[in-house]
């Protein structure tokens, strides 16, 4: 999961850390992802102080090797700290993921000869959440950030990647919850709201 962004358009506050139905924002994409993998990897920036996890849950802490690589460099710094064939990538503040639809990107990936599973939106696809190969994946990063490329996206246009169309994960959400992101305070009221 990725944890390490700036968050510039949230403003001063620690948006991870911000309470949402009584838990940090961070807590619910963690607890989505636990309900389909063995342990959770948590992405921060370099020299980041890791936040309170929830009780109970498998979670490790990694870090950035540089700060401000972006979510490219993030991504290769948890598939580096993976012991798995596949990771499911998702950013930590995507509260509203929904778990049908985090198995299908996984029963997808482990079906299909593919290094990445994606979901439709529109006429393209969404960068997260995300199932990668580890190993052809971590490569595919090393050499993307190699030259000069910080944006997560261009990693599944490198990759061999499947992309599940909009109407099939759409009929395990309706609402399209899982792609909600918060970026800005009032993402956060919307959300609370309903």
Do not use: C
């Not at 636990?34 to 921060?44: F, K, R, S």
């Not at 700060?67 to 948890?78: D, I, S, Y």
């Amino acid at each position: 999961m990725l944890a390490g962004g700036r968050s510039t358009r949230f403003g001063d506050a620690d948006k991870l850390a911000a309470e949402v139905d009584g838990a940090p924002l961070l807590h619910h994409p963690v607890l989505r992802l636990a309900e389909v993998t063995g342990e959770v990897i948590v992405v921060l920036a370099p020299g980041t102080r890791a936040p309170p996890m929830p009780l109970g849950v498998p979670v490790r802490v990694v870090h950035d090797t540089t700060e401000g690589e972006g979510p490219l460099a993030g991504v290769l710094a948890g598939l580096r700290a993976a012991d798995t064939e596949l990771a499911l990538v998702a950013g930590g503040d995507m509260p509203t993921l929904v778990t049908a639809v985090l198995l299908e990107l996984l029963r997808v990936a482990m079906e299909a000869p593919v290094d990445a599973v994606a979901l439709q939106e529109d006429d393209g696809f969404r960068p997260l959440p995300l199932v990668l190969r580890v190993g052809p994946a971590a490569a595919a990063a090393h050499a993307l950030l190699h030259e000069g490329e910080r944006r997560l996206r261009e990693l599944p246009e490198a990759l061999r990647t499947a992309v599940i169309d909009e109407p099939t994960w759409r009929a395990l959400d309706p609402e399209g919850a899982t792609l909600f992101d918060v970026d800005e305070p009032g993402d956060l009221a919307g959300w609370a709201a309903t």
